[in-house]
């Protein structure tokens, strides 16, 4: 297999802990990196990626943040796409009546407005620290300031979020993706963006999607696994994921994707 561009998704697939790339995924890509761009695709925010990027010695690489909201190349802002606070008014004042905290991001930034199990593990994770202030204040300086959120993420129970989610689909599923991510979290980001919209912005002049391949797990990877050149789906992915991938690799806690590249990657 050649390609031009290997593009992961972080969390459940190339992450063989929680929060860190294991040594041999780390070996794996020292091996291929001088022949082919490793582009790393999450929902992270920046700084919850650079420490990864480091780890695996392609800081020199651009990354994709937030499902393709915000794409960097150092510090140079590739495309930046934000969810207007006009809107996050709007769904704040759906998530006050049902209890849900709203996490909002914006590049660096990281707003919630108190702290909880949720915003601790998030935290230990992905090594980095929210500011603690109201929603309220945040969305007042986004307006002052004329930007909005790159990623919402909906901090609720599992009845709340069995309400919100579709309240929020009958409202906004026309300019936001929405996506439940388990039973008390859902992740919100601007609809008119993705990590597919991300790896087309960054194919270089004479490449395609078909000189890409691309590691997933989850329902935000499926239309980039479906669109490259080769899709590879972990094992612990979800069915929908596997079923759609041009191959399954084993799960994200055995090195699946540091397997695949050493079997098929061939420098």
Known sequence: MNFKLLCSDLDGTLLTT?????NFTITQINRIKNDMRIILVSARMPNAMRYIQENLGIS??????????????????????FISVNILRKIFTIC?????????YYNNEWYVPKTSERVEIETKHTQTTPTLQSTSTTLNNWEQREVGAHKIML?????????????LQEKFTHILNLY?????LIEIAPKSVSKLSAIKLLIGKGESLEDVIAF????????????????????NGRDEVKKIADHVTLKNTE??????????LVI
Request: some cysteine.
């Open 216 to 235: 997933g797990d989850n329902y935000n990877d499926i239309e980039m696994l479906e669109n490259v050149g080769c899709g590879v789906a972990v094992a």
């Open 60 to 81: 020199d690489q651009p990354i994709v943040c937030y499902n393709g909201a915000l794409v960097l190349s150092g510090n140079k802002e590739l495309t930046s796409v």
């Open 18 to 22: 929680k929060s860190d790339v294991s």
């Open 96 to 104: 006050t009546e049902l209890n849900a905290d709203l996490g909002l």
């Open 155 to 167: 901090m609720c129970t599992k009845s709340s979020a069995d309400v919100l989610m579709p309240l």
């Open 180 to 184: 439940r991510s388990n039973d008390t």
């Open 255 to 264: 090195d699946g994707v540091a397997i695949f590249i050493q079997e098929n």
